[in-house]
């Protein structure tokens, strides 16, 4: 499947945004960035909630699609462009990892951190939708402990979200250090992909903080 227009990915400076700039970045996508300053609440403005309700990023423009949620779009992109080989195609057997695990970094990794960083007590067990923290921790380590990479022996753009993901983790002791999440995170962030994100982010974060100060 070859779809040839560009990508507009709306866009913060160090948000999630950033992980799916990296995406679009390995695989070679054309895309365009649709900066928002959130510095200045421009996510709430109505131009934005049209596009995402939430007023939230990330969200892509592609042709008439719209998706917003970062999950969504990892596996929407890398469908879209599997030119750069990031993607087990239907009918790899490596595609039922590849989507277990960037699903499962929105509807446990992500629920399971937030509760933990708001010192919340998960759900009983049987009405939790990721059973408990340690669970959760656990599973992610056993799979990197028996593969190099989330999805098999080869790097898919499950990766691109997780070593990202795991790196900012870790940094804020959300996740424990171990050998094994630090030999991952090291492997993917070393890509100079997150290398160039990171450097224009922070050029894009400083120079919005700049403007919302100068027109408070
Ligand atoms: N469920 C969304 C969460 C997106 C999200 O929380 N984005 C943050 C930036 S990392 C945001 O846009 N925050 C702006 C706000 O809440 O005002 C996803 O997975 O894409």
């Given at each position: 499947m070859a779809i040839p227009d560009r990508v507009t990915l709306y866009y913060s400076p160090r948000t999630r945004a950033s992980g799916i700039r990296v995406l679009l970045e390995e695989l070679g996508a054309p895309f365009e960035l649709h900066t928002l300053n959130m510095a200045k609440g421009e996510q709430r403005e109505p131009g934005y909630l049209a596009i995402n309700p939430l007023g939230k990023v990330p969200a892509i423009r592609h042709g008439d699609a719209v998706v917003t949620e970062q999950s969504a779009i990892y596996i929407y992109l890398s469908d879209a462009f599997p030119d750069a080989g990031l993607t087990p195609a239907i009918g790899d057997?490596?595609?039922?990892?590849?989507?277990?695990?960037?699903?499962?970094?929105?509807?446990?990794?992500?629920?399971?951190?937030?509760?933990?960083?708001?010192?919340?007590?998960?759900?009983?067990?049987?009405?939790?939708?990721?059973?408990?923290?340690?669970?959760?921790?656990?599973?992610?380590?056993?799979?990197?402990?028996?593969?190099?990479?989330?999805?098999?022996?080869?790097?898919?753009?499950?990766?691109?979200?997780?070593?990202?993901?795991?790196?900012?983790?870790?940094?804020?002791?959300?996740?424990?250090?171990?050998?094994?999440?630090?030999?991952?995170?090291?492997?993917?962030?070393?890509?100079?992909?997150?290398?160039?994100?990171?450097?224009?982010?922070?050029?894009?974060?400083?120079?919005?903080?700049?403007?919302?100060?100068?027109?408070?």
């Open positions: 057997p490596d595609r039922g990892a590849f989507l277990r695990w960037i699903v499962f970094y929105s509807s446990c990794f992500e629920p399971a951190l937030i509760d933990k960083s708001m010192g919340r007590e998960p759900p009983p067990a049987t009405r939790s939708a990721y059973g408990d923290y340690d669970k959760v921790i656990s599973a992610i380590q056993s799979n990197l402990s028996t593969q190099a990479f989330m999805a098999g022996d080869r790097l898919t753009a499950a990766d691109l979200l997780w070593g990202g993901a795991l790196n900012l983790m870790t940094r804020f002791g959300l996740v424990p250090k171990t050998p094994v999440f630090d030999a991952y995170i090291e492997k993917i962030i070393s890509r100079p992909s997150f290398g160039k994100v990171a450097e224009e982010d922070e050029i894009m974060a400083a120079a919005h903080e700049e403007e919302a100060a100068g027109s408070a």
